[in-house]
């Protein structure tokens, strides 16, 4: 008879984040522990873009046997995203569903990154409308693509550098940022001046 998956949140405390993650997850093979559990949350998407999944968007962290039994572990793109509520309750309805009993654990450390994102996650992005975020310092010394960057004037300081952010739609460089935010706060409105359609670009965190 199936079981109720239960959500929890986890306090930031020493000690109970160790073992997690530092980066992508790759789709787990057959022969990974606990792999008909990450395939059958391979269907959870992301709320707020249902194109990609919580494995494509680095929120989802791991899949482990706990203390009192199984436990999903998430980790929101930001501490205040309103979404989070309801990737709880979606990965728990898909446990629950299956006949598993598994909690869902909410851990806000370590933080999310941009570079969690699996490069097909980018990739559907993009194809939705979306820039994905440009690579962050931290996956340019991890032998990633570097980022590149032009120059802009800003009344009063000059010449200073910003990131070079294609248009997912003509793939032009030539783009400007409206709004330091977009549909969500996750995201900065951006123009091309090429095709002269507007976008939103995944600001990297």
Request: proline share 8%; charged share 20%; aromatic share 6%.
């Given at each position: 008879?199936?079981?109720?998956?239960?959500?929890?949140?986890?306090?930031l405390?020493?000690?109970?984040?160790?073992g997690?993650?530092?980066?992508?997850?790759?789709?787990?093979?057959e022969?990974?522990?606990?792999?008909?559990?990450?395939?059958?949350?391979?269907?959870?998407?992301?709320?707020e873009?249902?194109?990609?999944?919580?494995?494509?968007?680095?929120?989802?962290?791991?899949?482990?046997?706990?203390?009192n039994?199984?436990?999903?572990?998430?980790?929101?793109?930001?501490?205040?995203?309103?979404?989070?509520?309801?990737?709880?309750?979606?990965?728990?309805?898909?446990?629950?569903?299956?006949?598993?009993?598994?909690?869902?654990?909410t851990?806000?450390?370590?933080?999310?990154?941009?570079?969690?994102?699996?490069?097909?996650?980018?990739?559907?992005?993009?194809?939705?409308g979306?820039?994905?975020?440009?690579k962050?310092?931290?996956?340019a010394?991890?032998?990633?693509?570097?980022?590149?960057?032009?120059?802009?004037?800003?009344?009063?300081?000059?010449l200073?550098?910003?990131?070079?952010?294609?248009?997912?739609?003509?793939?032009?460089?030539?783009?400007?940022?409206?709004?330091?935010?977009?549909?969500?706060?996750?995201?900065?409105?951006?123009?091309?001046?090429?095709?002269?359609?507007?976008?939103?670009?995944f600001?990297?965190?």
């Amino acid at each position: 008879m199936p079981m109720n998956a239960t959500s929890n949140s986890l306090p930031l405390l020493p000690g109970v984040l160790q073992g997690l993650p530092d980066g992508p997850l790759k789709q787990s093979l057959e022969t990974q522990e606990h792999h008909a559990i990450w395939e059958l949350l391979e269907a959870v998407t992301d709320p707020e873009i249902p194109v990609v999944n919580l494995r494509e968007m680095g929120i989802l962290r791991a899949v482990r046997q706990g203390p009192n039994g199984l436990e999903v572990v998430i980790t929101p793109t930001y501490s205040g995203c309103p979404a989070m509520g309801q990737m709880e309750d979606d990965v728990a309805n898909a446990l629950s569903q299956a006949g598993v009993a598994a909690r869902v654990i909410t851990q806000l450390a370590p933080a999310w990154s941009t570079d969690w994102m699996t490069p097909e996650g980018r990739d559907k992005l993009r194809a939705y409308g979306i820039a994905p975020p440009v690579k962050s310092a931290c996956a340019a010394a991890a032998n990633a693509q570097v980022v590149s960057f032009a120059t802009r004037k800003v009344a009063g300081k000059g010449l200073v550098e910003r990131e070079t952010v294609a248009c997912p739609q003509c793939g032009s460089d030539n783009t400007t940022e409206i709004s330091h935010f977009g549909s969500t706060a996750c995201k900065a409105l951006y123009r091309c001046l090429k095709c002269m359609e507007p976008f939103d670009y995944f600001k990297p965190y």
